[in-house]
């Protein structure tokens, strides 16, 4: 039978979330695996039910985000299934990776060594198993049961499959974008194992009150989210930033007194597509980024300045001069900084070492903190149709625009050019949410909009078949933040005008 998590756990533990999405293509035997190998404390995965009753990793309820497939996966059998690339989408290295079935994944479960002063000593990794809808909750407890010592929690926004993975004598977790009092209830009456909110989410009034079951947060990726979850702490997160995360806890540990902001905050990167001919991609641009230092360690130390690439190409000008920083000291920096991409996603990073020597009780080390320069639009929204261009993700895309007004609390969003696409529809993401449409989407803005110096979050977009016959859509899209997973990059912002 699975074993559920400690009840209190310590440090917090913390999962990649599908894996490790940014190394390795999502729910993937190579992403479990590289989870793993980064020293992350297990990972959490999505399971979808085929149309014989088999359990197959996948978030989607169809396949053509993540494989050479076509149509909802629960309209195949698991013998169509075989044969499925699900690693080329992600990079060629990958290319041939199959979908993994349930029981395959659950053989994750060997021992794996920890540091010699971890007070959990050496455990097997936790499972997180996300159902994404009812029906398969018996399947999974096969699966479990004829694993030894599987650590394992079922997870669900589901209610009815939360009992009944409860009911079949499994771990499990109540996931919702926020904590509130009807679930702080629900969780107390029914003796659910754990609840997991979205990043910030246990930030609320019922947040704030004592609850019967572990706390978790999931997809916690941001620097400031991380260090906020792992000083709580909570029981556990899942996160797509594992190496990150790892830092933080880290920072935590070493830094147990220290209640400032995170050590390494930056600026965003401003894009305006057109304005710069720089010949890689119009998701570029010239930029002169302030960077801020903080020490939070008891004793003094050097800080080192580096940049990580994570797609497309960029310059640096002159490297940043070392910052020596005694106990709570703080400096400024700035990096210059040229460069881009064709499409967003995939945002470079500021990596800050900070490095100090041997002293009376305490040895020389080193932590690195990274912090994301993310890139994004403005766009300035009134009752007037504003044109928003969609980028040119490849040289020849032809021009597509989409038009964008406000009628009060209303923000409607249309295709005006599909840009020679075939039975397009729009895409729109506000305030984190994102939705889909035929020709057009009638949103509602938060009651704060106007109020709200920096705007909200906000991306919009289109697709369409490219040719007729095309099994694929082609996307389109003003910024990033659509299709709303983890390569898609940040949305912009959108102001009151």
């Known amino acids: 039978m699975a074993q559920a998590p400690d009840s209190a756990p310590s440090p917090t533990l913390i999962l990649g979330h599908r894996g490790a999405p940014l190394a390795a293509p999502e729910n993937t035997l190579s992403s479990l695996r590289v989870a793993l190998e980064q020293g992350l404390d297990g990972f959490e995965y999505d399971v979808q039910p085929t149309r014989d009753g088999a359990a197959v990793l996948l978030h989607d309820d169809t396949l053509e985000r993540t494989t050479d497939g076509h149509g909802p996966i629960a309209q195949h059998t698991l013998a169509e299934l075989i044969g499925l690339d699900a690693g080329a989408w992600f990079h060629k290295r990958y290319a041939g990776e199959r979908l993994p079935v349930l029981e395959e994944a659950?053989?994750?479960?060997?021992?794996?060594?920890?540091?010699?002063?971890?007070?959990?000593?050496?455990?097997?990794?936790?499972?997180?198993?996300?159902?994404?809808?009812?029906?398969?909750?018996?399947?999974?407890?096969?699966?479990?049961?004829?694993?030894?010592?599987?650590?394992?929690i079922i997870a669900s926004f589901h209610r009815d499959v939360v009992l009944e993975a409860r009911d079949q004598g499994l771990a499990a977790m109540l996931l919702a974008e926020r904590a509130e009092e009807y679930d702080r209830e629900f969780t107390a009456r029914e003796r659910i194992d754990a609840h997991g909110v979205g990043p910030g989410g246990w930030a609320s009034e019922a947040g704030a009150l004592e609850w019967s079951c572990q706390r978790w947060s999931w997809s916690v990726d941001e620097p400031a989210h991380l260090l906020a979850a792992l000083r709580f702490p909570f029981n556990g997160i899942n996160t797509n930033e594992g190496p990150r995360a790892l830092a933080v806890r880290e920072l935590v540990r070493l830094a147990p007194d220290d209640a400032g902001p995170y050590p390494v905050e930056v600026g965003e990167l401003l894009v305006d597509p057109g304005r710069f001919a720089?010949?890689?991609?119009?998701?570029?641009?010239?930029?002169?980024?302030?960077?801020?230092?903080?020490?939070?360690?008891?004793?003094?130390?050097?800080?080192?300045?580096?940049?990580?690439?994570?797609?497309?190409?960029?310059?640096?000008?002159?490297?940043?001069?070392?910052?020596?920083?005694?106990?709570?000291?703080?400096?400024?920096?700035?990096?210059?900084?040229?460069?881009?991409?064709?499409?967003?996603?995939?945002?470079?990073?500021?990596?800050?070492?900070?490095?100090?020597?041997?002293?009376?009780?305490?040895?020389?080390?080193?932590?690195?903190?990274?912090?994301?320069l993310v890139r994004v639009r403005c766009a300035r929204v009134r009752r007037d149709p504003l044109r928003l261009p969609m980028l040119r993700e490849r040289p020849e895309d032809p021009d597509a625009s989409v038009l964008v007004r406000r009628q009060g609390r209303s923000l409607h969003v249309s295709i005006e050019s599909a840009g020679k696409l075939k039975d397009a529809r729009v895409w729109a993401n506000l305030d984190g949410a994102v939705h889909t449409g035929t020709r057009g989407l009638r949103l509602e803005l938060p009651f704060d909009f106007d109020g709200r110096r920096d705007g909200v979050r906000?991306?919009?977009?289109?697709?369409?078949?490219?040719?007729?016959?095309?099994?694929?859509?082609?996307?389109?899209?003003?910024?990033?933040?659509?299709?709303?997973?983890?390569?898609s990059g940040a949305p912009g912002r959108l102001v009151a005008g």
């Open 106 to 152: 659950l053989d994750f479960s060997c021992e794996r060594l920890r540091d010699p002063g971890d007070e959990r000593g050496t455990e097997r990794p936790l499972h997180m198993i996300e159902l994404k809808q009812a029906g398969l909750v018996r399947e999974v407890a096969r699966a479990l049961a004829e694993q030894r010592e599987v650590r394992a």
């Open 278 to 372: 720089l010949g890689r991609g119009e998701w570029c641009g010239q930029w002169r980024v302030p960077i801020a230092l903080r020490n939070p360690f008891a004793w003094p130390v050097e800080v080192e300045l580096e940049l990580v690439v994570r797609r497309g190409a960029f310059e640096i000008g002159v490297r940043p001069p070392l910052a020596r920083l005694a106990p709570g000291a703080s400096e400024s920096r700035e990096l210059e900084l040229t460069g881009g991409s064709f499409s967003p996603g995939g945002d470079p990073c500021v990596a800050a070492h900070y490095r100090w020597s041997n002293a009376a009780g305490r040895t020389a080390g080193e932590l690195v903190l990274d912090a994301p």
């Open 458 to 487: 906000f991306s919009c977009g289109l697709d369409g078949f490219a040719e007729a016959g095309a099994r694929r859509r082609t996307l389109r899209r003003w910024a990033g933040g659509i299709p709303g997973d983890v390569h």
